[in-house]
């Protein structure tokens, strides 16, 4: 089956396989591209000639009080809040039982009144233990890169600027180690602003939130900085504060959505993959085409070369990496890019050649000329999936049967009776109703297993199937299984949607969280992945992104991949 929104379209593009993608080892290896909601974000602020400002900064020597962040669009105002406090270092810890910060924020629809701010201020230190409005659309916080926030903060306040090495070894000043949107804590619910135009996409508010928790993070060490050194103290020059982006901090929590929203998961998913199918399908690169794709390589393996990781897993892979760049500069050399079809030949070539990193590095660079061919789709990456979710009781077992033997054969390639392929199971945690991942033979969880392993209900869905008489309906077969409706929902739903489901094992005994985590993370915009362990990861966003004064003239597309700074 060919994934497409328009059809007359699919039966021209040459799709990957949904075998080849949805792979955890290939989506654990996903990059930012043009498609990534923080740049769509940003193209679309530039586009509409959004305005920002700072109406209130009211901190104190100490750095502790209030600032507002106000992004004015062409129909409605919001207002980033921001708490600085003053954390004792011993109460600074990015887990989620986490009750201090070094930072609290809350995006207002419109602009906040005294009562407001003095509302937030009461409710948004406190987090999950306090309660919004829905006036406020996002709830987040983040704490300090201490070392790095300390030694700009050392060097603004005595004249001088940072240093550009210790910069690129983290990237951010701050991180932020949850972003709560969507109805939590007594936040707007998704429906109420999801058919706003400047939200149009995923994501688009909890990011834009994050842009402006960015620009707090310098204007405070910035303060801070002129509060210690006085008439002495700089600001942080523009090409460094530029490659200073925000940090997250990100665990299990995040690792099922990709689970547990299929329906939106393909449309992102074909999104990608149809602006990759139409760039392949170019029978030509035009000169200043290759040239745009030449010099976003090379700024690429630049970035490449400034991603730091510990972690043994990431590291390996950032080295295949940086040698797969020296593969790709050797092909390119060669003179691919003057041959016909040169974009589908380099994603050939980089399938047999490349590891995963490399090959997915390509695949999002070869999209960066070609944005009046692809950023339309970023319009399509959204999904309700309301829409589909009552189960067809009326579809006979033999329609169901056809469906399922064609899209769930790669359940085949996995037994389920070994231990090793049924070693893992997800619950959810009792304080803080997060979901975890727990050991099935060493764990006494059975009883709150969660339905995220696709593979594995699908075998025991298909056991149900085999005697079943084919002109008799999914509603007599649920009547007496249903324990399998949850499946029979699935299959249904992700009949046209062949991106929609990761074919593979996701409680097994070598499967890595952190690949689905990556994922998600990629079509969010962030680089410079940092897994701390196999189940959360470290992340940089909106790293060489411009800043609200500088958007009105850049154009943030070209500084997806930052220049190298200082040459």
């Known amino acids: 089956m060919i994934p497409s929104s328009r059809e007359h379209e699919s039966k021209n593009l040459a799709f990957r396989s949904r075998d080849t993608v949805m792979r955890l080892k290939r989506l654990g290896s996903f990059h930012q591209s043009r498609l990534s909601f923080m740049r769509v974000l940003l193209r679309r602020l530039k586009g509409e000639k959004w305005q920002f400002d700072r109406p209130v900064f009211d901190l104190n020597e100490a750095g502790v009080g209030v600032a507002t962040y106000r992004a004015v669009g062409p129909k409605r105002v919001y207002t980033l809040v921001a708490f600085a406090h003053d954390l004792p270092d011993e109460?600074?810890?990015?887990?989620?039982?986490?009750?201090?910060?070094?930072?609290?924020?809350?995006?207002?629809?419109?602009?906040?009144?005294?009562?407001?701010?003095?509302?937030?201020?009461k409710n948004v230190p406190l987090q999950e233990a306090g309660r919004v409005s829905g006036?406020?659309?996002?709830?987040?916080?983040?704490?300090?890169?201490?070392?790095?926030?300390?030694?700009?903060?050392?060097?603004?306040?005595?004249?001088?600027?940072?240093?550009?090495?210790?910069?690129?070894?983290?990237?951010?000043?701050?991180?932020?180690?949850?972003?709560?949107?969507?109805g939590k804590f007594g936040a707007a619910?998704?429906?109420?602003?999801?058919?706003?135009?400047?939200?149009?996409?995923?994501?688009?508010?909890?990011?834009?939130?994050?842009?402006?928790i960015r620009c707090f993070a310098i204007d405070w060490v910035e303060h801070l900085a002129k509060m210690k050194g006085g008439s002495q103290a700089v600001?942080?020059?523009?090409?460094?504060?530029?490659?200073?982006g925000i940090g997250n901090s990100t665990g299990l929590g995040m690792a099922p959505f990709l689970i547990n929203h299929p329906t939106l998961i393909h449309a992102w998913i074909q999104a990608r993959e149809t602006a990759l199918a139409r760039v392949c399908a170019l029978p030509e690169a035009k000169p200043v085409e290759q040239q745009r794709f030449l010099e976003l390589v090379d700024r690429a393996r630049f970035n490449a070369e400034n991603w730091y990781t510990d972690h043994p897993h990431q590291k390996g892979k950032v080295e295949c990496?940086?040698?797969?760049?020296?593969?790709?500069?050797?092909?390119?050399?060669?003179?691919?890019?003057?041959?016909?079809?040169?974009?589908?030949?380099?994603?050939?070539?980089?399938?047999?050649?490349?590891?995963?990193?490399?090959?997915?590095?390509?695949?999002?660079?070869?999209?960066?000329?070609?944005?009046?061919?692809?950023?339309?789709?970023a319009a399509q990456m959204h999904a309700d999936e309301a829409l589909d979710f009552r189960i067809d009781g009326a579809m006979t077992i033999g329609q169901f049967k056809a469906i399922f033997e064609r899209d769930y054969r790669w359940i085949k390639e996995f037994d389920f009776s070994d231990q090793s392929a049924n070693a893992r199971i997800w619950y959810t945690s009792e304080e803080k109703l997060e979901p975890r991942l727990g050991e099935r033979y060493e764990?006494?969880?059975?009883?709150?297993?969660?339905?995220?392993?696709?593979?594995?209900?699908?075998?025991?869905?298909?056991?149900?199937?085999?005697?079943?008489?084919?002109?008799?309906?999914?509603?007599?077969?649920?009547?007496?299984?249903?324990?399998?409706?949850?499946?029979?929902?699935?299959?249904?739903?992700l009949r046209d949607r062949p991106f929609g489901e990761i074919r593979d094992n996701t409680i097994d005994a070598k499967m890595m969280p952190i690949d689905l985590l990556r994922c998600k993370l990629s079509f969010f915009g962030a680089t410079k992945f940092d897994p701390r362990s196999d189940r959360w990861v470290r992340i940089t966003m909106y790293q060489g992104a411009p800043f609200p004064d500088e958007l009105s003239h850049m154009d943030p597309d070209d500084c997806a991949y930052p220049v190298q700074y200082g040459r």
């Open 91 to 121: 109460k600074r810890s990015d887990r989620v039982i986490a009750d201090a910060w070094d930072a609290t924020f809350a995006l207002v629809d419109g602009e906040p009144t005294p009562d407001d701010l003095a509302r937030l201020s």
């Open 135 to 182: 006036k406020e659309f996002v709830l987040s916080r983040a704490n300090k890169s201490v070392r790095l926030f300390n030694h700009v903060l050392e060097a603004l306040a005595s004249g001088n600027q940072p240093s550009l090495e210790e910069i690129q070894k983290v990237g951010y000043l701050m991180r932020t180690t949850a972003v709560y949107g969507s």
């Open 189 to 212: 619910d998704r429906s109420f602003w999801a058919k706003r135009s400047e939200f149009e996409g995923s994501f688009q508010p909890e990011l834009l939130a994050v842009w402006l």
């Open 235 to 244: 600001t942080l020059d523009h090409s460094l504060r530029r490659s200073l």
């Open 321 to 377: 990496l940086l040698k797969d760049f020296e593969k790709i500069d050797d092909f390119l050399k060669a003179g691919i890019l003057a041959e016909p079809f040169p974009w589908q030949k380099l994603v050939n070539w980089s399938e047999e050649i490349l590891g995963f990193e490399g090959r997915e590095q390509l695949a999002s660079l070869v999209l960066e000329p070609y944005g009046h061919l692809v950023d339309d789709l």
């Open 443 to 493: 764990e006494d969880l059975e009883a709150y297993e969660q339905p995220l392993s696709p593979g594995r209900d699908a075998t025991r869905l298909s056991k149900a199937l085999e005697d079943q008489d084919e002109q008799d309906t999914i509603a007599s077969l649920l009547m007496r299984y249903p324990e399998h409706r949850h499946m029979v929902r699935r299959v249904q739903r």
